[in-house]
């Protein structure tokens, strides 16, 4: 099994940092103190910065393909676009899931949290060959396969005339029997891969999916992922659907839970934020795709108040448009100050750290064996070097990696002990490769037009009294 020694390295202790040595044993944290004896391969970790990899607790692989060229529209109008043009080969989807788990891991996540779009008729294939892309690469990889049982016109509130919307082109007991085929043929949380049942959201999903999610949740003890209020539009979907706010109805359906998590959250109100405190959910901040769509600032310093946990997602590279983690970590952790005048709330850069990575742990429910440098949990590690440029000159490092501006700074990158980033390189499969398919099946680009957005703008503008 893989040991290795990690010699004079710095760790974040209470307000401060120590030179330590750590031992990797089978894989897991056996000690962290300084001047240990040598196990296995020595490394050294002179002048560099040991954290727990982060999560990537929300993104959309297969987005990558267009990003950069997706219009200036609010999430409804994007959504449109984004599936008049959404790839429909597996072979992209692979090397989507190859360049997203890549950035992640090179801007310190060693988890990615996959909000899987499947191509219709092909959702088995597509969940096998991201699958074996982040088996490839070695990330830590939560596979939330996208469904829905509803037609995307229906995601928009119809106001005041009634709409009457396509039927989805799969049903709800065919779409869930996939996710359990998924389960069956790909759930390995012991190799670094799981199953999360994940309906998009309200918008797009019925009860009965809903509840099939839940039941399936218990019976495999998968995760449970959605996205919750993103928009206003949402906001007003949900009060036409249930009567009720969406995060009342979905207590009432039992869909939140200690393993649920929640991206977005902006649309909120202070008994729903209470709710997801007494149900232990996890809110998933994705600040950047927030701002690119104009979603709104979500209310997470009145999360950590209400001791709800919240951790970072870049979402989908569509609407960010990167994959770059501390990126979301940055903009994510300053953005509130503008909203909350009282400054003793606003987000350290240490508490950002903790959110990226034990808030993902517990998101996951896995914070018994993830997301801080403990003894006796898995070694999900990432080594930054502070000689860096942009690390210089030296200050605080947790400082300057949370709200400075760094690139390259990732040295070395361990999940469960498996070193996948050496000397600032992915080392488990040929980067050169990736750059080169991605530019091969790919053009410059600009402006394209969709059918979809043609359609559906006049009423969006109505509804939304634009
Ligand atoms: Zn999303």
């Not at 049982?149 to 049903?171: C, I, N, T, V, W």
């Not at 606003?346 to 998101?363: H, N, V, Y």
């Not at 002990?417 to 980067?431: E, L, P, S, Y």
């Not at 402006?447 to 503008?461: C, G, L, N």
Request: hydrophobic share 40%; glycine share 8%; with cysteine.
């Amino acid at each position: 099994m893989i040991s290795f020694t990690i010699k004079n390295v710095m760790i974040a202790v209470d307000n401060d940092y120590a030179t330590v040595d750590v031992q990797i044993v089978d894989g897991a944290i056996a000690a962290i103190s300084p001047n240990l004896q040598v196990i296995g391969t020595a490394i050294d970790g002179k002048n560099k910065l040991l954290l727990p990899g982060f999560f990537n607790a929300h993104t959309h692989s297969s987005e990558m393909w267009q990003r950069g060229i997706m219009s200036v529209f609010p999430l409804e109008l994007w959504l449109a676009e984004l599936y008049d043009f959404a790839p429909l080969d597996t072979e992209k989807v692979y090397l989507s899931a190859l360049g997203t788990a890549v950035e992640t891991l090179l801007s310190g996540g060693t988890s990615v949290v996959d909000h899987l779009v499947l191509i219709p008729g092909l959702e088995l294939e597509t969940i096998a060959i991201a699958t074996r892309a982040y088996r490839e690469v070695g990330i830590r990889a939560f596979i939330a396969p996208l469904i829905q049982d509803e037609s995307l016109s229906a995601g928009m509130p119809s106001g005041e005339s009634a709409q009457s919307h396509e039927p989805y082109f799969r049903s709800t007991a065919a779409t869930l029997e996939i996710i359990e085929e998924a389960v069956r043929q790909f759930h390995r949380p012991d190799e670094g891969v799981s199953i999360l049942v994940a309906p998009t959201g309200i918008q797009l999903c019925t009860d009965a999916l809903f509840k099939g999610c839940i039941e399936l949740s218990d019976r495999y003890n998968l995760c449970r992922h959605s996205h919750l209020l993103e928009t206003k539009a949402q906001e007003k979907l949900a009060q036409e659907k249930y009567g009720c706010t969406a995060v009342e109805h979905l207590k009432r359906i039992g869909f939140l839970s200690d393993r649920t998590t929640l991206a977005h959250c902006v649309w909120l109100n202070d008994a729903d934020i209470a709710i997801l405190a007494e149900t232990q959910s996890t809110v998933v901040h994705n600040p950047l795709s927030n701002l690119r769509l104009g979603s709104g600032i979500a209310p997470i310093l009145k999360y950590r108040q209400a001791g709800v946990n919240v951790t970072f997602g870049c979402d989908g590279a569509s609407s960010n448009d990167s994959q770059d983690l501390l990126e979301a970590i940055k903009i994510g952790s300053i953005l509130h100050n503008v909203t909350d005048s009282d400054y003793q709330h606003w987000i350290t850069p240490r508490q950002a750290i903790e959110m990226a990575s034990l808030g993902g742990a517990k998101g996951f429910n896995l914070a018994d064996k993830l997301g801080s440098l403990t003894v006796g949990k898995q070694a999900d590690l990432v080594l930054y070097d502070l000689t860096n440029l942009s690390l210089l000159p030296r200050t605080d490092p947790i400082g300057l990696l949370v709200l400075g501006r760094p690139s390259n700074v990732v040295d070395s990158a361990w999940v469960n002990g498996k070193q996948i980033v050496a000397d600032g390189k992915v080392t488990t499969i040929n980067v050169d490769d990736l750059r080169q398919e991605l530019f091969n099946r790919s053009q410059w680009e600009t402006k394209r037009k969709s059918e979809t957005v043609a359609q559906i703008e006049a009423h969006y503008r109505i509804v939304m009294g634009l």
